[in-house]
């Protein structure tokens, strides 16, 4: 509910090789609104599938505004003129719960030597979790921080199974900051670079995206393209021939979208650069969105 343009809806998918079988993929639905000056609300609701690992979860989201300009609404028509000017701080509390599932039912003893661990049957069991954030939005500029996942550390995320670790261990904490500009012009177009860094404490993974995005005003709407890179900070060994390398990951994504009226499409493939890599299909990811403008 940052920008005051009523109800936001929009539906994702996300899959990955599709050369490869129970490869991992993720459906995604959110909505969104402004309830009043200072108050908005959202909800996420999830499915992610790994190969015999599955999570579905569910999120609500309160956040609080602080408007520094009473014209908050940077789009009053669907384009990306400004015919207001926002400048607002908010911030943003999730609530929500997880619920993790590992299939072994198709799990078979080996020569015929049956292993204590393995159950043959679908495991589950769930958590909360809370997320938090802070965001500023200026009429040309973004900046957000998010801390993912730090109410709870489960221990014990299939089933009875308890681990002797610390909760260094066994935080899912993750955070994700990014900063973005919009550049106007006085043509139909505008673009906008921006950067998000994104980390891990379990694993201590760190990488950074580099985007750009080109927006073309049409009469109705506007459509968009762009290209992100993705860097890891972090690398896996491999040997190549009698010589050892080092690979990081790397993600090269062009996307594509168009927004006409109150309707929203985009659509991205990402390609993993690296001489070693699971499969060759590449990851694509579709959106489809609806806006409902309440004021109209």
Do not use: C
């Not at 400004?82 to 929500?96: D, E, K, P, V």
């Not at 204590?116 to 200026?138: A, H, P, R, W």
């Not at 002797?164 to 973005?180: L, Q, R």
């Not at 927004?259 to 990811?285: A, C, E, M, P, T």
């Amino acid at each position: 509910g940052v920008n005051l343009e009523g109800i936001k809806i929009r539906m994702t998918s996300r899959k990955h090789w599709l050369d490869q079988p129970n490869a991992p993929n993720l459906q995604t639905f959110s909505i969104d609104s402004r309830l009043n000056k200072r108050s908005g609300v959202g909800m996420i609701l999830f499915k992610d599938e790994n190969g015999y690992h599955a999570q579905t979860g569910l999120s609500l989201t309160y956040a609080h505004h602080i408007n520094f300009n009473e014209d908050r609404s940077r789009m009053n028509e669907p384009n990306l003129f400004n015919y207001g000017s926002i400048n607002q701080l908010s911030f943003g509390l999730s609530i929500g719960g997880v619920q993790n599932s590992l299939d072994q039912t198709s799990f078979v003893p080996f020569k015929g030597e049956s292993d204590k661990l393995i159950t043959q049957v679908m495991e589950s069991s769930g958590y909360f979790n809370m997320d938090v954030g802070v965001s500023y939005v200026n009429y040309n500029y973004f900046a957000h921080l998010t801390l993912k996942n730090v109410l709870f550390s489960p221990s014990n995320i299939y089933g009875d199974q308890v681990y002797d670790f610390s909760k260094n261990y066994t935080s899912f904490i993750k955070y994700v900051a990014s900063f973005g500009y919009l550049f106007f012009t006085e043509t139909p177009f505008s673009f906008e670079p921006s950067v998000l860094f994104h980390g891990s404490k379990l694993t201590s993974e760190k990488a950074i995206d580099l985007n750009l995005k080109s927006y073309y005003n049409l009469d109705y709407g506007y459509m968009w393209l762009g290209l992100s890179y993705r860097q890891s900070f972090d690398g896996a060994q491999y040997l190549d021939g009698g010589e050892i390398r080092k690979q990081s990951y790397q993600l090269v994504t062009p996307i594509f979208g168009v927004s006409y009226k109150d309707f929203v499409f985009s659509y991205n493939y990402s390609y993993q650069r690296g001489n070693i890599v699971l499969g060759n299909g590449g990851f694509h990811q579709l959106t489809l969105g609806y806006n409902i403008d309440l004021f109209n």
